[in-house]
């Protein structure tokens, strides 16, 4: 079970949603999607997700292979697991906005808005236009811009129980700056899979006692 969350989502909140491996990781090399480890209740809870009304928001690399691996599930090709190939096909109806300036409009996966000026301005004029719930898709560079730019209001993991010391790829915290984070949700899937919801609070440097300020 969730724990109660002391914040309810704004109309316009945006978060960052990840899927890491315990050292941090969006993936790793010869191993399969989810590591392997997904459970009935993960995807159980990724299909309710994906009835959400939410926009997501993506950069040109994670477009491009999202939108391919989404083409090749819908046409039955081989390499995913049924499961893999339901959420890679359901991508396909969402809302989704992608920030490049180096595609060319107009994008050939369905429901997929192309903008090519800065994200950061972009995606804050959104926020304050009151748009609907935001939330991102992969797209690490893209995470740690709006994180930067104090436009994330919450941070959301499933971290997988793998460490992927050797083969690890796409290391999520790079170049992060240094970040409080004020637990608001958290939830076990089948038993291995670790939920972690937080709001994060963007920090100038160490705090100067051993207590985190409050978000």
Partial sequence: MGAASEREPSSAELMVDLIISLDGCASAEGWPGWWGLEGPEYLAWLEEEGHKDRTYLLGANTYRLMSGMSEEAAAGGPGFSEEEGASLTGLAAVPKVVFSSTLQGPLGWPNSKLVSRDAVEAVGEMKGKGSGPLSTLGSLSLCRSLLAAGLVDRFRL?????????????RIYDGYPDVALEMVDSRTFDGRLQLLEYIPTILDGPPRSTSLPSA
């Avoid at 499933?158 to 010391?165: N, R, S, W, Y």
Wanted: aromatic residues 8%.
């Fill in 158 to 170: 499933v971290v997988f129980p793998v460490i992927t010391g050797r083969t690890g790829r796409e």
